[in-house]
Structure formats: structure tokens, C-alpha cells
């Protein structure tokens, strides 16, 4: 694929003849994007392009721009219909998304520094994945009835998120405690980590939990999953270096890669004998974790294919099924 660099600033040219920027080093806090690289359209940005550029405050664009344009500092395409990023470093507290907007991009809010409210107007129908990851002082979401899709890891590692409003009666979203849940397809998005919950139950009919579902609930310490789950998503419990206790139920499947990566006081889990898949270092840097297994299962020769400490769980007769 070829690249190229302009000014410290790294762009990427597409098959189809576009150009996306890449890479971005540290400039001023208002970023003029081009339209045009080396006659090749700059049509996006890629999501964590800004992380290392310093502070970034605004947006704007070449005048007569091919392919983007600012609405106050905030970055969209050309149509206004999809939010493509949001700065940084922007000032203020609230951000409400200009009516007219379809799509928040991938990884649009990510790493937002100030927002701590937002609020989607009615005609979004799709937040892609990690939209609001990553921002330390977000505290509310309000979602409208509109939203079609919901992508993966889209509240991730924001630790004060407390309040994501859903319209009552939404198709497929639910809002029950402190957890986001899509009950059209039984996935437990995530747990919202602002409210400090230290001992909580998932919700019941549950299938699957999301990737980072629980990314940034750094104070949990016990949660309860009831029988019908099927599936941890990879890095489930990323970084809860509170969690001491993890029940899970029997007739859970597969635990995804890291999926309780960074669980440091965990000390004690019980892999049900129905596990047949435990994904790339799901127990990485669980320093004091020994693993409860029943002799024979797949935990027990997981545990022994990589030398991972278990003890064979004691079944007296009446456990027996």
C-alpha cells in the first residue's frame, strides 16, 4: 500500500485512489486537513490518528473540500451525516450532535477529554465501535429510539459513565441497572463502571457477553452469571483489578483471549466441565489465580498444556448429575 509523508503528517492511498491519514505529529490546536494529497482525495482519518498530536482543540478544512467538512471544530463527511471525530482537547462539558446526523464513526468521542455529556438526535442509526472509549470524564449518554446498530467496545474504559438514557420501548436496546443489554441477540454489551457497583448479578437470558464489557469497573468485586451464558467475549474483564469472585454457569462454552487479562486479586474460578475453548492467555497477569477444574475436562488439560496452577474440583456423589 502506498504512503506518504507531508509535513510529519503520514497518509495512506487506497486502492480505490483515496487517501485516509494515518499518522499525525504534534501541530497546532486548530488541524487544517487538505482535500487533495498529491492529487489523491483525503476522504478520512483514522480514529486514534490524534493521540500523539498534542493538543487538539478544532477542526477544519481546505476550502471547497472533496470528501469532509467542520461543523464547529467537529469533523464530518462531506454530507454532515456521519461524525467522524470529535477533538480531543475541544472546551465544554455538553455536546449536542447536530440534528441530520445518520453515524457516529468508529472511535468518534474516543479519548475526549473534557465531554462529559452527550446527547444523539433522533435519526442516528448507527454507533460504530469504541465511539466513547477512553473518555475520563463522560457521564451521560443519551441515545435515541432511532439506533439500528451498536457496535463492540463502544463505552470502553470510560470509568465515570453512570447514565446511558434508553427510549423506552427501543427494538432491540435495554438499560437494566448498570448494564446495557441487547436483547435481540442476548448480548451483554456492557456495565456501565461510573456507579462504583462492587457486587452485582447479570441479567438473566443471556447468552453472550461483549468484548470489554466490563472494561473500567475497577471497583467490582463479585458478579453472578445465571445459567444459559454461552460465551465471554476477549477481554471481558480487562484490567477489573477489584474482582475477586466469578460465578459462572454450566453451560458456558468459550472464554475469549485476556478475557480476565489484569484481574490481580482474582484468586479462585471454577471453569465449568461444558468449557471446550479458553482463547490466547485469558488468565494473563492473574498472578494469585489457581483455577478450579473438574479431572478430564478441557480447563484441566488447558491447565496442564501451559503449565497454568488448578486443583482438581472435589465432586462428592450427590454433585454428580
Known amino acids: ?8 503528517w503520514i497518509f495512506e492511498i487506497r486502492d480505490s485512489g483515496e487517501a485516509v491519514l494515518t499518522e499525525c505529529e504534534r501541530g497546532a490546536p486548530i488541524l487544517t486537513l487538505p482535500g487533495w494529497v498529491d492529487g489523491h ?20 478544512t481546505e476550502a471547497n473540500h472533496p470528501a469532509l467538512t ?3 471544530g467537529v469533523l464530518f ?7 467522524l471525530r470529535y477533538p480531543m482537547d475541544r472546551r465544554g462539558e455538553e455536546y449536542i450532535v447536530p440534528a441530520g446526523t445518520r453515524e457516529i ?5 474516543a479519548g475526549a477529554r473534557e465531554l462529559k455529556r452527550v446527547t444523539l438526535p433522533e435519526g442516528v442509526t448507527a454507533i460504530e465501535g469504541r465511539a466513547f472509549a477512553d473518555c475520563p470524564a463522560l457521564t451521560k449518554v443519551q441515545l435515541p429510539g432511532s439506533i439500528a446498530s451498536f ?13 446511558v438514557d434508553v427510549p423506552e420501548g427501543h427494538p432491540f436496546l435495554s438499560r437494566e441497572g448498570c448494564f446495557l443489554v441487547d436483547r435481540k441477540e442476548s448480548i451483554l454489551l456492557c456495565c456501565l463502571p461510573g456507579g462504583g457497583e462492587t457486587a452485582l448479578t447479570a441479567p438473566e437470558d443471556l447468552r453472550f457477553v461483549d468484548e470489554y ?10 458478579i453472578h452469571f445465571h445459567h444459559g451464558l454461552r460465551s465471554l467475549g476477549r477481554y471481558a474483564f480487562y484490567h477489573c483489578s477489584a474482582l475477586k469472585t466469578v460465578e ?11 478475557a480476565f487479562s489484569g484481574c490481580t486479586e482474582l484468586r479462585s474460578l471454577y471453569i465449568p466441565e461444558s468449557v471446550t475453548s479458553i482463547e490466547y492467555k485469558a488468565f494473563n497477569n492473574c498472578d494469585k489465580l489457581v483455577l478450579q477444574v473438574d479431572k478430564g475436562s478441557y480447563a484441566d488439560r488447558y491447565c496442564r498444556q501451559f503449565g497454568f496452577p488448578c486443583r482438581h474440583r472435589v465432586q462428592w456423589p450427590w454433585m454428580r448429575s
Do not use: W
Not at 105 to 109: D, R, S, Y
Not at 213 to 222: R, S
Not at 248 to 258: D, E, K
Open 77 to 83: 463527511d462531506k454530507s454532515r451525516q456521519r461524525l
Open 151 to 163: 457496535g463492540h467496545e463502544v463505552f470502553s474504559g470510560s470509568p465515570l459513565l453512570r447514565d
Open 70 to 72: 467542520a461543523v464547529n
Open 248 to 258: 459462572l454457569p454450566a453451560n458456558l462454552r468459550s472464554i475469549g483471549t485476556r
Open 105 to 109: 464513526a468508529f472511535g468518534a468521542f
Open 1 to 8: 500500500m502506498q504512503t506518504i509523508e507531508k509535513n510529519g
Open 213 to 222: 464489557a466490563f472494561h473500567g469497573c475497577v471497583k467490582l468485586q463479585k
Open 41 to 60: 482525495p483525503l476522504t478520512g482519518v483514522e480514529y486514534d490518528v490524534f493521540d500523539h498530536a498534542g493538543t487538539v482543540e478544532a477542526f477544519q
